[in-house]
């Protein structure tokens, strides 16, 4: 695939879950330390069920957003989930490693939150980052996030086999967006 690569949005369906499953998982296991900090044999470890995308996939304020490229095949993926009537959450955006580093991950979310906003009319967005990710944050920061002051769990009892930093902890983001209902969505 070429460096520009035409990117075609929709809505996953049950039957995209496995390939969405697969693309999350190969997305977060990519050995790339620039992105992953250095829990390196956390993100080897990292799994995704078709089961676990399907219950976004099921849920009637969810969605997960599928970027293909002109062949068809999926070169990106992000949930979207509507918190409130003025709050959505963005969670697992995933580029297929094999064309990483192409823009692809900031076209993603751009598709992301334009759904979120004309779909739900939410004027807020939210996201979080494992707090030993500095890049990605520095990138989430580079895309209208800011950090909230809130952090959140890692549950670091389901690795209890890895030796995993004390202080592991999801850093909360926001971006304050428009709102307002429009028609059509991504």
């Given at each position: 695939m070429s460096n520009n690569i035409e990117l075609h949005f929709r809505v996953a369906t049950p039957d995209d879950?496995?390939?969405i499953a697969q693309l999350v998982q190969a997305a977060f296991r990519h050995q790339d330390t620039r992105w992953t900090g250095p829990d390196i044999e956390l993100n080897r470890r990292f799994?995704?069920?078709?089961?676990?995308?399907?219950?976004?996939?099921?849920n009637p304020n969810a969605v997960f957003l599928m970027a293909t490229a002109n062949d068809g095949?999926?070169?990106?993926?992000?949930?979207?989930i509507k918190k409130t009537e003025e709050l959505a959450r963005l969670a697992m955006l995933a580029v297929d490693p094999a064309v990483q580093a192409r823009g692809l991950g900031?076209?993603?979310?751009?598709?992301?939150e334009e759904y979120a906003i004309k779909t739900w009319g939410v004027k807020m967005?939210?996201?979080?980052?494992?707090?030993t990710r500095g890049l990605l944050i520095e990138w989430y920061e580079r895309r209208g996030y800011v950090?909230?002051?809130?952090?959140?769990?890692?549950?670091?009892?389901?690795?209890?086999e890895l030796e995993l930093p004390k202080d592991l902890h999801f850093v909360e983001m926001e971006k304050q967006v428009g709102g307002g209902k429009g028609a059509g969505s991504a």
């Amino acid at each position: 695939m070429s460096n520009n690569i035409e990117l075609h949005f929709r809505v996953a369906t049950p039957d995209d879950a496995a390939q969405i499953a697969q693309l999350v998982q190969a997305a977060f296991r990519h050995q790339d330390t620039r992105w992953t900090g250095p829990d390196i044999e956390l993100n080897r470890r990292f799994t995704m069920t078709p089961e676990e995308v399907l219950s976004t996939i099921n849920n009637p304020n969810a969605v997960f957003l599928m970027a293909t490229a002109n062949d068809g095949t999926l070169v990106g993926a992000m949930a979207t989930i509507k918190k409130t009537e003025e709050l959505a959450r963005l969670a697992m955006l995933a580029v297929d490693p094999a064309v990483q580093a192409r823009g692809l991950g900031r076209r993603v979310l751009a598709n992301a939150e334009e759904y979120a906003i004309k779909t739900w009319g939410v004027k807020m967005l939210g996201l979080n980052a494992l707090n030993t990710r500095g890049l990605l944050i520095e990138w989430y920061e580079r895309r209208g996030y800011v950090k909230t002051g809130e952090t959140s769990p890692f549950p670091v009892e389901a690795f209890k086999e890895l030796e995993l930093p004390k202080d592991l902890h999801f850093v909360e983001m926001e971006k304050q967006v428009g709102g307002g209902k429009g028609a059509g969505s991504a």
